[in-house]
Each structure stands twice: as C-alpha cells, then as structure tokens.
C-alpha cells in the first residue's frame, strides 16, 4: 500500500505541472487499484466492470474475494482501495464505527431501488405466508431454516438476531450459512419438488428471472421499509479520492441501474459467462455507458481515457 502523505503530495506536484487538455499523470502507487469482491454476483459483476475499465486505462486492478466484515477492517487498514457494495442500511451498524473514526469514506451511491429481506416461492406465498409473522405456524414445513449465504454476512446476522430475539416466534430456528450459489442451489432443489424454503433474496439478481419468488412484508424493524429497501454505495479508504483523483473522478461516475446489473448478473449467471467477459459484452451492447463512466477521466499517464478504454475492448 502507497505512504499516504508521500502520495498526497506526489499527486499535488504532477497536478500542479500538468498542461494543457489532458489529465496529469498520477503518482506511481495509485496504478494498483486493488478491490474486494464479498463473493456476490452484484459486487463481482460492478466490480469487473470497474476493473475492466481501469485496465484500458493503463491501471493495473486486482480484487480480493473478502467478507463484508474483513472487508471494512483492510478498507480502515488502507490495505485495500474500494469496495463497491456497501448496502444500507442493511450495513449500517457494520460500518458505523469506521464512518465515525473517519477511517473509511462514502464515494457515492452507485444503486439505487434495490431490496433485500426474506423470500420464499411464489407457491408458499399463495399457500398463505405472505410476511415474517407467518413463518413459524408453518415450522414444520420450512424444517425451522432459513437460508442466508456466506458467514459474516449482514443479511445472515440480522436473521440469527431474528432468533436470538424470538421475533415473530422465530426462537427456535436456525440460519443455514454457506454462500450465495450454495444458498440458491437449495432453492433450485426445494422448488423442483414444490418443497418449502425461506431465503435471502435481493434485487438486482437473475434469481428474480429463475425463480418465480415474492419477498415477504413484515420485516420492516431488521431489514428496513419497503422490502429491505437499499442503496448500493462506493466506498475508499479515508483521502483516496483525493489522493489519486483520477482514479477517484472514475469511482465517483460509476453508477449503475438495476437494468444494468440484472444485464451483466444475466449474462454471468444464465450465459455462463466469466466476469470480466460478461463486463466485456456489456460495454460493447451498451457504449453509453462507457461514454457516462469514463468521460472527462484519463488514463493513468494522462491521455484520453475514453479511446483507451474503447481500443481496449476492441471497439
């Protein structure tokens, strides 16, 4: 990781000597822009389109597979660069602390409308389970689980706080940890045989394309209104934006829709696609959005970042 202050004054110097239309060049330890990548389709797909980006603009990105908690603490720690899933205010108790310490910094919102509570099979909801409250009289069928992903997780530490509260009679239930393809691999299973099954669903996702799902009412007082309502935010350790403000202006425009992120997560998830394809293909369907996240943003020495990153995709 760069020595901050040295950075800092490194990235005053070649502003200050930069000319004419074109961007300064950065200081050499902003050209590694390193990433967390929680393991979530939404976070890996943003995440390869930040990084996809960043290689046509002569950056060299990398990403770490982290948790949510692990990753907070390196964001804190300077050990990482950006973050681009942080969900509040599902999150908000988990990063608090380092909002409060001023060791991490809000970039800015990169989604917004998305959700995240309970959900089950559209059959459950029509058998009679529509919120929270009607959980427990159909103990029985749900095998008293429900299904989170991976361990850490917010999403799973608000269910086990559920139980451990006996809210909505749920006492005597239990989490199921494991991942988010472990956790939608259950689904798959459960619907195929018209079983029950209570999970983790979010939107953007392709599960709301897969699975014919409805998310539960109730959940107000852990998840948050209107179905876990959420803004998805970009996050950096304290100062980064400013101390290599190219790479900062890129993370302040990268801002998506859930048309979007349902685009790629498809193309990951349905066509089998890895990431940084699926980031590909998107950019070359949709060149707007090349033009709406890189404009005004050069390459790391300085040149026109917008034909950089076009020649790179090979358009």
């Known amino acids: 990781m760069a020595h901050w202050k040295a950075l800092a004054t490194a990235a005053a110097v070649v502003l200050l000597a930069g000319t004419g239309a074109a961007r300064a060049a950065e200081p050499e330890q902003c050209k590694t ?21 960043l290689e046509g603009l002569g950056y060299e990105p990398k990403a770490s597979v982290l948790s949510v908690p692990v990753t907070f603490e390196s964001l804190a720690n300077r050990d990482l660069d950006a973050f681009l899933g942080l969900w509040l205010p599902t999150q908000q108790s988990m990063i608090q602390p380092y909002f409060d310490d001023g060791r991490i910094d809000n970039v800015t919102a990169n989604l917004e409308g998305a959700k995240y509570t309970l959900a089950v099979p559209q059959y459950v909801m029509d058998a009679g389970v529509k919120t929270f409250a009607d ?56 619907t195929k045989r018209d079983n029950w099954i209570v999970f983790l669903g979010w939107e953007p996702h392709p599960m709301n394309r897969a699975h014919d799902m409805a998310y539960l009412d109730g959940g ?36 998506f829709s859930l048309d979007v992120e349902n685009q790629i997560m498809g193309y990951m998830l349905d066509d089998g696609m890895d990431p ?33 990153v076009k020649a790179h995709l090979g358009m």
């Open 276 to 308: 940084q394809a699926a980031a590909v293909q998107l950019m070359k369907d949709r060149p707007d959005l090349i033009e709406q996240w890189v404009s005004g943003v050069s390459t790391f020495d300085g040149g026109d970042g917008l034909a950089a």
């Open 33 to 53: 822009v390193h990433f967390s990548d929680v393991g979530w389709s939404c976070v890996t797909a943003t995440t390869s389109i930040a990084m996809t980006l």
């Open 135 to 190: 959980l427990d009289a159909h103990r029985d069928k749900f095998d008293g689980k429900i299904y989170g992903i991976e361990p850490g997780n917010d999403g799973n530490q608000i269910i086990q706080d559920m139980i451990d509260k006996d809210a909505f009679g749920l006492g005597d239930w239990e989490v199921v940890e494991s991942s988010e393809q472990g956790m939608l691999s259950q689904v798959s299973r459960a």
């Open 220 to 255: 107000d007082d852990y998840f948050g209104p209107n179905f876990g309502g959420a803004t998805v935010y970009t996050l950096a350790p304290s100062g980064y934006a400013e101390q290599c403000p190219n790479v900062g202006a890129m993370l302040n425009k990268l801002v």
